[in-house]
Nanobody
């Protein structure tokens, strides 16, 4: 059974930093690309960052240069380091993996950027 569990969200002031973590189980983690999505109130879920099994990364234009995705295959973990946070980064952040035709999601972790 595939399980993704996010942690690390919270309230942070503009300009601050947070590090999100996602623990994966039930998959051969190193085989799969991992993604971070986010969904703000009233908006569609959007892709934030992706890291392939080989470690190649891609980012949404809105977070490029501020966010960094990484993975630790030995620990079955994927991370999202978020720096220079802005109020528009406020959203629920979700970890995602696609196995075949099935999308797996975590429960999400709330990030609120506010003074």
């Amino acid at each position: 059974q595939v399980q993704l569990v996010e942690s690390g969200g919270g309230l942070v002031q503009p300009g601050g930093s947070l590090r999100l973590s996602c623990a994966a189980s039930g998959i051969i983690f190193s085989f799969y690309a991992m993604r971070w999505y986010r969904q703000a109130p009233g908006k569609q879920r959007e892709l934030v960052a992706v890291i392939t099994s080989g470690g190649t990364t891609n980012y949404a234009d809105s977070v490029l240069g501020r966010f960094t995705i990484s993975r630790d295959n030995a620990k079955n973990m994927v991370y999202l380091q978020m720096n220079s946070l802005k109020p528009e980064d406020t959203a629920v952040y979700y970890c995602n993996s696609v196995l075949g035709s099935i999308n797996y999601w975590g429960q999400g972790t709330q990030v609120t950027v506010s003074s």
